[in-house]
C-alpha cells in the first residue's frame, strides 16, 4: 500500500478489466467508418481535447459500434451517450439522498468508509491533526510517522507496531453507529460491498456479515511469519501482544498480523471485488476516510457517472476545485468534466452529496429520513454477541 502511488501495490493483471477483443478487419465502405486504427484515432482526439462535446459524442458511438461488430447504434445507445450526465438527486444532501433510496433506485449500494467511523468508538483515526495515531508517535523518532506501518521498517523494529496493535486490538471496543447503519443497509437488502480500510473488525462485532465486508487493508483474523510465511492463529499473536513480547516465528523471524503494510499488496478480494461491484453500484456512501491512500481513495471514481454518492466526514475531502468558467479552454473544461472526485463546488451538482459532522449523526439523519431511525438506535443499543466471528 502507498500514499498516491499506486506502482509497487497494485497488480495490472489482476485490475484490468477484460477487453473485448478488437476485430483486425476494416469495415468495408469507406472513410467514415472508424477502421482498426480506432483506438489511436479516439485516444489522439479524446487527448488533445480538440474535439467538441458533439463531435466525442459521435466519435465513441462510432467507436463502440465498430467494437460491437455493427456499423450503427440504436436510437436508445446515441441518445445516451449524447446526453450529459443525469442529475440523479433532488438536493445534494442527506434528505437527497434519502428520496433516492426511498424511490426504489438505490439497491446495490457500496460503501467506503475509514478510520473515522471507529472514532466515537475509542480508536483514534490516523491524519486528524492532534489525535490522529501518527500525531502521536514521537516518542519513536520516526522520520516519518507513517513507518509504522512500512514492511520494510517492521522488519528492522516491529516493536512500535506492537505497542501501537495493543491500543488497537479487535475485542476491547464497541462497534459505532455507523457500522450498525451498514448492517441496516444488509438488513433491508441494500447494501452490495462494504469496503472497509479498517483492521478493527468492528464490522464483524455489529454483525454485517462477512461475505458483505472486504477488508481493503487486511485484519487481525489471521497472522503470517513475515520470512518463511508460516501461518499462525490470531490467539497467539494477541496473548503475545497483550503481554507486552514480540510474536517470535520458530524461524526466528517475526509474526505479522494479516494487516496490509505500505508496500505491500492489497488482498485479493479488493480487487475482485473493486471489478465485480462497482459497475453494479447504484449509490456509493462514503464515511470516515481522508481519501489518501491509494489504491482504496481511487474507488470512488469507478462507480457510473450518473451514480450519486454521499460523503459523511468531519472535513471535506477528494473535492473538485470550483468549475472553470464557460469561456475556458476545452482542455481545462475537459479536465473538470472528466475527474472522478466529488463535485461539492460546482452550483450544478445534483450528484454528489455531502453531511460534513460526525458519521454518527450522518447515518442517524440518514436513517431518520429513511423512517430507520429507531432500527437504528435499537440496534446500537443492543448487547454485543457473545463471541462474535472474526
Ligand atoms: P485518516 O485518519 O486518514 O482519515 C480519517 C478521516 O475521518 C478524516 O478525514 C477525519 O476528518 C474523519 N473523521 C474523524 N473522526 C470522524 C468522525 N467521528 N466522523 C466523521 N469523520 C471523522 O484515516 P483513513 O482514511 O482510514 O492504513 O486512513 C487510510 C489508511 O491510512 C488506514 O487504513 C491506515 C493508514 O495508513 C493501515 O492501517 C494499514
Redesign the pocket.
Known sequence: ?SDMNTDNTVDPNIVEEEQPAMDAEEPDDGSDDIGSDALDRLQMLLDSAIASEEERAQLLTRFLAFMSGRRTLTYEERAFLSKPPPKPLISADIAGVAEYIRSGRAKNIIVMC????S??AGIP????PGT?LYYNLQKYNLEDP?MV?SIDYFRQDPKPFYELAKGLYPGQFHPTKAHYFVRLLHEHGLLLRDFT???DTLECIAGIPKEKTVFS?GSFASAHCVSCGKEYTPEFVRKKVFSDELAVCECGACVKPD???FGEKLPDAFFHHMVEDFPKCDLLIV???????QP?AGLIGRVGDGVPRLL????V?AAKPVPPPADADEVERYRYRTSSKFAFNDPENLRDALFMG???DGVQALADALGWGKELQDMFGAPLPENPSL
Open positions: 500500500m475509514g478510520a473515522g467511523i472514532v466515537s483515526d490516523f491524519r486528524t490522529g507513517q506501518f480500510q479498517n483492521i487493508h494487516i496490509v503494510f464515511m470516515g476516510t481522508s481519501l489518501q491512500v482504496f459523511i466526514n468531519m472535513e475531502v460526525p458519521c454518527d
